[in-house]
Each structure stands twice: as C-alpha cells, then as structure tokens.
C-alpha cells in the first residue's frame, strides 16, 4: 500500500533545505570577500603590517 503523500509538508521541506543552501552559499561568499578585501589591504599596504608587530 503507498504512503498518502502529504504535499506541504514535502514542499516545506525542499524550501527549508534550499534556503539552507543559499544561506550556506551567501556565507561562503561574504568570507571569500573579506579574505579578499584583507589580502589586498595588505598586498596595497604592506609597511602597515609591518608597524603592528
């Protein structure tokens, strides 16, 4: 005998799991950008670096 299919639930599920990937995939991108953002302050400024030591 099949499962009686239960749509919202399904349909909740899939938009939890894609908010959860986007989510996911906007974090990795804003840490790439700061990573990027520090790498070129430091490659724009190195004597500052140098100084906080």
């Known amino acids: 005998m099949a499962r009686k299919p239960n749509y919202d639930f399904e349909r909740r599920e899939r938009e939890r799991l894609k908010a959860e990937k986007k989510a996911a995939k ?5 840490e790439k950008a700061e ?4 790498a070129r302050a ?3 400024n190195p004597e500052s670096l140098a100084e906080s030591r």
């Open 26 to 30: 906007a974090k990795a991108k804003a």
């Open 42 to 44: 430091r490659a724009e």
């Open 35 to 38: 990573a990027e953002k520090a």
